[in-house]
């Protein structure tokens, strides 16, 4: 049974940073990629971030890029997601995702908020 478990929100000054963990089991993880999503309130939800089993491949959105950094640790089944340089536009519940046998899985969300 695929889980994926969020932690590492919370409420941040404008500037601020906060680093965004994502435990997953299930699965073999060191196989698949993994992704970040988030979803304002009223909006559809969208892809932040995106690394490939070994890490070796990064993809970001527009709007995040230079200020997010999605990594992971295939030892510990754990995805990360750094962000600095934080926005009140970045405020969301973010989730963690994987598409495993064509279906994907979420994460029940961690609400990350950016206000002073």
């Known amino acids: 049974q695929v889980q994926l478990v969020e932690s590492g929100g919370g409420l941040v000054q404008p500037g601020g940073s906060l680093r965004l963990s994502c435990a997953a089991s299930?699965?073999?993880?060191?196989?698949?990629?993994m992704n970040w999503y988030r979803q304002a309130p009223g909006k559809e939800r969208d892809v932040v971030a995106g690394?490939?089993?070994?890490?070796?491949?990064?993809n970001y959105a527009d709007s995040v890029k230079g200020r997010f950094t999605i990594s992971r640790d295939n030892a510990k089944n754990t995805v990360y997601l750094q962000m600095n340089s934080l926005k009140p536009d970045d405020t969301a519940v973010y989730y963690c995702?994987?598409?495993?046998?064509?279906?994907?899985?979420w994460g029940k969300g961690t609400q990350v908020t950016v206000s002073s």
């Open positions: 690394i490939t089993s070994r890490g070796s491949i990064t």
């Open positions: 299930g699965f073999t993880f060191s196989t698949y990629a």
């Open positions: 995702n994987v598409v495993y046998r064509g279906i994907y899985y």
